[in-house]
């Protein structure tokens, strides 16, 4: 995996495509290419018909791809070389080491339930440039190419919002991981200089303009990597769910701040925080996109702040390098240009994003990873980014 910028888009495809060459002696005929994405605010509401509000980043998933005349596919992942992987095209996919291919088998199965079969026989080579494990949907974005991909290979499109709930599938049913919508949905709609406004309830999405001449979006991976499936994020979904049905309401765009004072004797302690978190994020959000769109960066720092308290407290998905990374850059303030900061994606380790004035990108990125450095020991990966559109197909 490469992880410096110094590598452009462009060099991506042709370090895919050059991959895929040494592997099958052939030039691949199409690239299939899905964008990661960060989010600005609103996590762990996704799967509580809250808001969210993501942009697609410059990093991605590229698959580069060709027909091989038979009826089976030869797969091959840059970050797992030594793992090729054969899938029979004739027959049900199933779960089965290794764990990187299941994301292709999830997504090959959706399709051919959905009667978009046979699929002919085609070999691929996956090159990321995602940190994995990162907050940073390295994992939607392998589904979203690979989705991508089968059009390509079936000469279809399909609709996007069956796109992302296919790939959705794929994962928590090939994977174990009860995702939300969100990173999917990124991968797909989002549009370029733009953040994605995501309502996870009627799965309606806006493009709201974000103006990266002005406003940087900065993500500093920690280095610690979560590990979701393990039960930590299913446990956060299973208590928000016991929320809902301890206040009495179909969905929690019901749900006010008096409801939960109402209703705070009939949940445990734990149980009510997790709802006080996503009644508040939800606020948050929308909020956050009002203010984006109106340019008045300085309340959109305030809710990230409040967005960060939240997840770390009353969610408790935060740990102490998340906090060590948003506090550091907290703690620089307005006169570094920092705008705001707060943890991303399910937490326990992964990445910070932080909004800072473009005049003053440089010299915060360098104080950031001193500064956790020093506290942590730890190297962290920390980068500008830009707001990029969502997955598409190429032709070599
Ligand atoms: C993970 C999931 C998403 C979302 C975030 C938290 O990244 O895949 O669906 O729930 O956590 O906001």
């Not at 993501?54 to 089976?72: C, E, H, K, M, W």
């Not at 200089?193 to 303009?209: N, P, R, V, W, Y």
Request: charged share 25%.
């Amino acid at each position: 995996m490469n992880n410096n910028r110094d590598i452009s888009v462009n060099d991506e495809r042709a370090e895919a495509a050059l991959a895929f060459e040494k592997c099958f002696s052939v030039p691949p005929q199409w690239l299939a290419v899905s964008p990661g994405k960060v989010n600005v605010i609103g996590e762990h509401i996704d799967y509580c018909d809250g808001f969210v509000l993501p942009l697609a980043i410059d990093r991605y998933v590229t698959i580069a791809f060709a027909l091989n005349g038979t009826s089976q596919a030869n797969l091959v992942s840059g970050q797992f070389p030594d793992d090729a992987v054969t899938m029979m095209l004739d027959e049900e996919q199933k779960p089965s080491p290794p764990a990187w291919a299941n994301y292709v088998r999830g997504v090959l199965e959706g399709f051919r339930q959905r009667d978009f079969w046979p699929l002919p026989g085609f070999d691929a080579y996956i090159y990321s440039s995602i940190p994995m494990s990162a907050g940073l949907s390295s994992s939607a974005a392998i589904e979203v190419a690979v989705a991508t991909m089968i059009e390509g290979l079936l000469g279809i499109k399909i609709d996007p919002v069956r796109k992302e709930k296919l790939c959705q599938r794929a994962e928590q049913t090939f994977t174990g991981m009860p995702c939300g919508i969100m990173d999917q949905t990124s991968c797909i709609f989002s549009k370029k200089d733009h953040l994605l406004l995501i309502d996870c309830l009627t799965k309606e999405t806006a493009d709201i303009a974000f103006d990266s001449k002005k406003v940087s979006v900065v993500i500093a991976d920690s280095k610690i990597q979560r590990r979701l499936s393990e039960g930590n994020y299913a446990n956060r979904r299973k208590q928000t769910d016991i929320a809902l049905s301890a206040l009495n309401k179909k969905s929690w765009r019901d749900v006010s701040d008096q409801d939960l004072e109402i209703f705070r004797d009939a949940m445990s302690e734990v149980v009510f925080r997790r709802a006080r978190h996503v009644v508040g994020e939800i606020r948050r959000t929308q909020l956050a996109a009002k203010h984006i769109a109106n340019g008045e960066f300085d309340k959109v720092g305030e809710l990230m702040r409040e967005s960060h308290l939240s997840l770390r407290d009353d969610f408790q998905v935060s740990c102490k390098e998340l906090d060590i990374l948003v506090e550091a850059a907290w703690e620089m303030g307005p006169e570094a240009g920092v705008i705001g900061s707060r943890m991303v994606g399910g937490g326990f380790g992964g990445s910070t994003v932080s909004l800072v004035e473009s005049s003053k990108v440089g010299e915060f990125i360098k104080k950031l990873k001193d500064n956790y450095r020093i506290q942590t020991n730890i190297e962290p990966e920390v980068f500008q980014t830009s707001a990029v559109a969502g997955a598409r197909l190429l032709e070599v």
